[in-house]
């Protein structure tokens, strides 16, 4: 039974998750408290603010995880957190929290690395068999990973420059829809036409895995003035032909990616796994839905709770690493940057 706590951006969570012996999960509790309100006259993410308030409260939202879980902190038999990659001030709060109950309870501590905490949560969720590919389209991360392990990790590609998340909390600022601006880009893209604007592909020429959204920002942001004043009809279009492009531009990868892991997989079942808050979008999740039918793959979409930051897929990332025998030393340190296919990753002996 594990205490996962996670501070790594905006959502200050903590959860009791169990793994049995034979990898079943029960998550006992799973609290998540948002800091939307606290950001939103900012129009995104402060990470000063970000930080005091995970500092205000995780206590209570660990006391209230055990609570929900009918549990005492002591019960727990090892205590894991995100040790990055993230905004770092958020970062050092909850593994400082989760430093001092270890130590105060003399419990092991496992550092978590919050991407793998989206990679393994498939496992938790849908009791996936390794290996499976991992899209993870969040706020603060767009990439293709190989899973072949717990700790073994190669990834395939990434974003050049903006997040997924990012692109449509930008887009959903240029067209003044608030944030967050996925949820907001997407209910007002219904109503749009998705082929009014030819929106460039970025990359998609490319036979490499990797995302680039800033061109297409730049060409929405340009379709936006040139419109300027804009009527609901045209931000409407405008969100509609946005959504159309990033679909494709996801899904085609994702069929590229598909291939690769069929050609260098092949005795494996091709599996497909989303993870973040992107896999929230209808028309991306559809377009990926498509795509893993024609490449005879599975499609793996957890709850959407357990898809944006949450504590119960770091309390699973941490029983499935203890359950190896791993655990980390009190002096371990918050990373802002800590990419998934380090060696360091890896579990000895596995
Ligand atoms: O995984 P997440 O909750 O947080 C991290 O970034 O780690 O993802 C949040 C991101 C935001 O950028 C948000 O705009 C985006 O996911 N998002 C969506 C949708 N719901 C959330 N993007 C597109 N369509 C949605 N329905
Ligand atoms: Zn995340």
Redesign the pocket.
Known sequence: MILGIET??DETAAAIVVRDQFGHSTIRSNVVRSQLDEHAAFGGVVPELAARAHVTFLDHIIAQACREADIALADVDAIAATAGP?LIGGVLVGLTTAKALAAALDKPLLAIN??E??ALTARMTNGVAFPYLML?V????SQFVLVRGVGDYQRWGTTIDDALGEAFDKIAKLLTLGHPGGPAVEAIAKLGDPKRFKFPRPLLREARLDFSFSGLKTAVRLQAEALAPLSDKDVADIAASFQAAVSEVVSVRAGQALARFKAELPDASPQLVV???VAANRAIAAALADVCEKAGATLIVPPIALC??NGAMVAWAGAERFALGVSDPLDVTARPRWPLDLADMKVPLQ
């Not at 969040?138 to 991360?141: A, D, I, P, R």
């Open positions: 790594s951006c993230g919050h991407l905490a989206h993870l969040s706020g603060g991360h993870a973040g808050g944006t930051d």
